[in-house]
């Protein structure tokens, strides 16, 4: 399998902005921004987006008063997320860094909350980034840690596409092939995952499930509609940390604590 490097992502810029436009792209942020603000400590705090791409994640949260850093290795991701920045007139709280998350060397105990949205899947040693994290957060710090839910795939490929073969096919492959980036990307059970962070130190504060509902209906159009959008973005919200809802959802978000 080819090495991931930045101009992977690079050159799904395109692709990657415009599901982030689309009602399942918004519905990822503004889930996973509602589930934050339940656990992040009060402006102003340090924090570390791990991976932060455009900084759809981050930029939201330094308008309530925090600064951040960003690490990323995709030069487009990251002069996009500058321009973002300026539009949005935070550029003064926001450092980004252009350089591989697996190989940063913040000094310990830096930063008051870390997150880390959908990076994980694409490197190679998982548990000596989750070790990196744990060691620049502060002591009670808040980690926030997303990543794809295989489970999903399997129920969509039935329940929406109809594709019982390619169901059957997604219940013994470790790896996905995503389409944007023109990589492969790991996949881990959630049970997998809770061990990982319990294993590098974290405590578990709550596990959270993003797109639960969306995923399943096969009628994209409707999810364009204005008043169908509200509705579901309400419903999301409210299943995104209930059970048995949590453990279908397209990403798991566990927050964590040092
Ligand atoms: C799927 S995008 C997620 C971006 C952002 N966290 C979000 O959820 O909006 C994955 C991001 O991780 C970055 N990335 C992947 N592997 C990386 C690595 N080893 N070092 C630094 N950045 C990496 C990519 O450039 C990309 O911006």
């Known amino acids: 399998m080819a090495k991931v490097t930045g101009s992977n992502f690079d050159d799904g810029f395109t692709q990657w902005q415009d599901y982030q436009q689309a009602p399942w792209g918004r519905l990822r942020y503004r889930v996973a921004r509602a589930n934050l603000q339940h656990h992040l400590p009060a402006p102003p705090a340090r924090i570390l987006d791990l991976g932060g791409g455009n900084g759809l994640d981050t930029i939201p949260l330094l308008k309530l008063g925090y600064t951040a850093v960003i690490v990323d290795f995709s030069q487009e991701m990251v002069a996009q997320g500058q321009k973002l920045?300026?539009?949005?007139?935070?550029?003064?709280?926001l450092t980004f860094k252009?350089?591989?998350?697996?190989?940063?060397?913040?000094?310990?105990?830096?930063?008051?909350?870390i997150l880390c949205h959908n990076l994980l899947q694409y490197v190679e040693d998982i548990t000596a980034v989750l070790q990196n994290i744990h060691q620049s957060l502060r002591p009670g710090g808040i980690f926030s840690f997303m990543i794809t839910n295989p489970h999903t795939e399997t129920l969509a490929y039935a329940l929406r596409d109809y594709?019982?073969?390619?169901?059957?096919?997604?219940?013994t492959k470790s790896t996905?092939?995503?389409?944007?980036?023109n990589t492969h990307i790991q996949r881990y059970t959630d049970?997998?995952?809770?061990?990982?962070?319990?294993?590098?130190?974290?405590?578990?504060?709550?596990?959270?499930?993003?797109?639960?509902?969306?995923?399943?209906?096969a009628d994209n159009e409707r999810k364009f509609d204005p008043d169908f959008y509200e509705q579901l973005e309400a419903l999301e919200l409210a299943v995104s940390n209930q059970y048995p809802y949590k453990l279908l959802a397209r990403f798991y978000q566990f927050i964590c604590q040092k």
């Open 98 to 113: 252009i350089g591989d998350a697996t190989n940063v060397d913040f000094e310990q105990n830096k930063f008051d909350i």
């Open 85 to 93: 920045a300026q539009q949005e007139e935070v550029s003064d709280q």
């Open 163 to 171: 594709d019982l073969a390619a169901a059957q096919e997604n219940l």
């Open 191 to 217: 049970e997998e995952l809770k061990e990982m962070l319990q294993a590098c130190g974290f405590t578990l504060l709550e596990q959270y499930g993003i797109r639960a509902i969306c995923d399943f209906m």
């Open 176 to 181: 996905k092939y995503i389409e944007t980036f």
